[in-house]
């Protein structure tokens, strides 16, 4: 099976925007749905490839970004950890946009922290020492 193949050379030293990109993925899914759409340049962080995948590539061919890092060996698992989360998102799809902001949780009462930890054993907790709290 052969793979569509989407280069960004030129004067894109890094990822293309998703509004470009998004219109010529669909296009391609739509004339050839069976032909896995593989991105191999432009791509020098894991964030890069995370984002791409997340946008509906089928897959990442990588290797300067790679071999080129100070550590190759960490780099690579950052990046097989990224292409695995951006397709993860892809296939979850993401949540609806919305013209306002809605509550995500419900609203049990209005406690506030100090009441909370009145009525639970955390007030009696002494509190770690930050580092400001150590210069005064």
Same mark, same amino acid.
């Given at each position: 099976?052969?793979?569509?193949?989407?280069?960004? +050379?030129? +004067?894109?030293? &890094?990822? *293309?925007?998703?509004? +470009?990109?998004?219109?010529?993925? @669909?296009?391609?899914?739509?004339?050839?749905? +069976?032909? *896995?759409?593989?991105?191999? =340049?432009?791509? @020098?962080?894991?964030?890069?490839?995370?984002?791409?995948?997340?946008?509906?590539?089928?897959?990442?061919? !990588? $290797?300067?970004?790679?071999? @080129?890092?100070?550590? *190759?060996?960490?780099?690579?698992?950052?990046?097989? =950890?990224?292409?695995?989360?951006?397709?993860?998102?892809?296939?979850?799809?993401?949540?609806?946009?919305?013209?306002?902001?809605? $509550? &995500?949780? *419900?609203? !049990?009462?209005?406690?506030?922290?100090?009441?909370?930890?009145?009525?639970?054993?955390?007030? &009696?907790?002494?509190?770690?020492? &930050?580092?400001?709290? @150590?210069?005064?």
């Amino acid at each position: 099976m052969r793979a569509a193949r989407c280069c960004c +050379h030129g +004067h894109h030293p &890094s990822v *293309p925007t998703k509004d +470009h990109l998004t219109r010529a993925l @669909r296009e391609f899914r739509q004339r050839a749905p +069976h032909i *896995p759409l593989i991105i191999d =340049a432009g791509i @020098r962080l894991p964030s890069h490839a995370c984002k791409v995948m997340w946008w509906g590539f089928d897959g990442v061919l !990588l $290797n300067t970004a790679i071999s @080129r890092a100070i550590d *190759p060996l960490l780099m690579a698992r950052a990046f097989s =950890a990224s292409v695995q989360a951006g397709r993860e998102a892809y296939l979850a799809g993401p949540m609806a946009l919305t013209a306002s902001g809605v $509550n &995500s949780t *419900p609203e !049990l009462s209005r406690l506030s922290m100090a009441d909370f930890c009145e009525s639970t054993d955390i007030g &009696s907790v002494p509190r770690a020492q &930050s580092a400001a709290d @150590r210069l005064l």
